[in-house]
């Protein structure tokens, strides 16, 4: 027999009004995850304190990364074995032993070690969970629902650089790492408590109209799927030019447009209010659009974006945070784009799993963009003709969407 909604708690409140702490819950998570961008406010003073060069002192970003990427997939897979509760809580004890490591190390080899590898497993391992348990406690509204939880990780540095540079200037680099450690691992530890799946038949306990109406047959393999692929790509060109774009937004701002450091910095911070909104924005409308039509849309604002930035010279103040807010706006979409389509292609209840090879794209287009625009301005002496590059990778974005960024024939909910 059916449970009735009403006698399921969460929180104290039926089922169906209590997931939606689960929301901000999760957005608290992500917040302390996001910090790992926040490393330019760390780098400078623990550069200057161990002797490092501009390349070394980068390295801990770089591999916080690639290991953010490496452990989603492992994740993914070990997410239904070992739970959802049991997992945060080791992401958050990893996260904190990261950044308690690095307010210790005492080189570059040892800083690179605790906060690029063992922090980024942390993030790694905790990143996709707030995420797959939002979404299944939301198959009526997984788009809106898994892009609002996101939030929290696109506006991190917004909140945590201006704390962890008031932690600095208070006390030390090094202290406030310490402090950053602990706050966080407590956190995430706490938020852990709430992190719970949904009963199985959760999605026939919703009244019939919020239920969802997607079909119920999915593609056997996902790595056999034509739609993996073509989200795999679109994925990796949009994290290619989205991440590429927010690691030169400063440097551009200042050689190319001309502006003094503070206003430049102050810049950053208004992309980054893009780079948030967008995410429950095109998580919303990945509900509702066709899929091909959202990856378009996406490329045609890139290609937009783009072709302002080849004409920009000195002083075209306006044209360039015009460009930069649809770049920071198109990583952000892609970051709720993609979550949304796996749920959407595949089965959800292999989500985690999928997700974690998905996301495998995130990895390969953050590595590549960050290489490709420093060899850029390395080999041609400016960020300018980086452009016309991301303009050809939009062009071909908007004809691999077009094309292929649709589910497979079996899964077809009557909107391609």
């Not at 905790?126 to 509204?141: E, K, L, N, S």
């Amino acid at each position: 027999m059916t449970q009735p909604v009403p006698t399921l708690k969460l929180f104290g409140q039926p089922a169906q009004r209590g997931r939606w702490f689960l929301i901000p819950l999760g957005m608290l998570i992500l917040l302390c995850l996001g910090t790992v961008y926040s490393w330019s406010i760390f780098r400078a003073p623990l550069a200057a304190e161990l002797g490092l060069s501009t390349t070394a002192s980068l390295l801990p970003y770089a591999l916080a990364l690639v290991f953010y990427a490496l452990l989603m997939p492992i994740t993914g897979a070990y997410l239904p074995r070992l739970g959802s509760r049991r997992l945060t809580v080791v992401g958050g004890l990893v996260v904190a032993a990261g950044y308690l490591g690095a307010s210790m190390a005492n080189s570059g080899l040892m800083l690179a070690l605790c906060y690029g590898v063992i922090a980024g497993m942390g993030v790694g391992i905790t990143y996709g969970i707030p995420m797959a348990v939002v979404a299944a406690w939301f198959p009526d509204r997984k788009g809106l629902a898994v892009g609002t939880t996101i939030i929290g990780f696109g506006l991190s540095p917004l909140i945590t650089a201006p704390l962890a540079n008031a932690l600095m200037q208070a006390t030390s680099v090094r202290t406030a790492l310490q402090i950053l450690g602990i706050a966080f691992g407590l956190i995430i530890i706490l938020c852990a408590q709430g992190m719970r799946f949904p009963p199985t038949d959760w999605a026939q306990m919703l009244p019939q109209t919020h239920r969802s109406t997607g079909a119920a047959h999915y593609p056997p393999s996902l790595l056999r799927s034509r739609s993996f692929y073509a989200l795999w790509s679109c994925y990796a060109l949009g994290t290619f030019i989205g991440l590429s774009s927010i690691g030169i937004s400063g440097a551009v701002a200042q050689e190319v447009i001309g502006l003094s450091p503070a206003v430049a910095a102050a810049s950053v911070s208004f992309f980054a209010l893009f780079n948030g909104l967008s995410r429950p924005l095109m998580g919303w409308l990945s509900d509702r659009w066709p899929p091909r039509y959202v990856g378009m849309a996406m490329f045609t604002c890139v290609l937009a974006a783009s072709l302002i930035m080849t004409t920009a010279t000195l002083g075209d103040v306006a044209p360039f945070l015009v460009a930069f807010a649809l770049l920071w706006f198109c990583l952000g979409g892609w970051l709720a784009i993609a979550p949304t389509l796996t749920l959407r292609f595949f089965k959800p209840a292999d989500y985690a799993k999928n997700y974690g090879v998905v996301f495998t794209a995130y990895g390969v287009g953050a590595l590549l963009g960050t290489l490709v625009s420093g060899q850029v301005r390395d080999r041609l002496g400016s960020y300018s003709a980086l452009f016309y590059l991301l303009a050809a990778l939009a062009i071909l974005g908007i004809v691999l969407a077009a094309t292929f960024l649709k589910p497979e024939p079996q899964t077809s909910t009557g909107v391609e």
